[in-house]
């Protein structure tokens, strides 16, 4: 009886997973161009989102590298 395994089936990406710095920098502006957006909302529209001023400029004035929690991978 022989038994033959597949290499390939049993390979393993051992390399870490690894952002590009293009990558952080396109989120970073992506994330600095939200903020500004958030904060150019008026009164009504925040409102309607459940953000008040005070929510949004604190969020606006975050550094860029500051990013929430969910889009740290």
Do not use: C, F
Request: hydrophobic share 40%; proline share 4%.
């Amino acid at each position: 009886m022989t038994l033959s395994i597949r290499t390939s089936a049993l390979s393993i990406n051992t390399r870490p997973k690894t952002r590009s710095i293009l990558n952080s920098l396109r989120d970073m502006i992506a994330l600095s161009r939200q903020r500004r957006q958030l904060r150019a909302l008026d009164d009504h529209m925040l409102a309607d989102i459940g953000i008040s001023r005070t929510e949004a400029v604190a969020e606006a004035q975050k550094p860029v590298w500051n990013a929430p929690l969910h889009w740290r991978n």
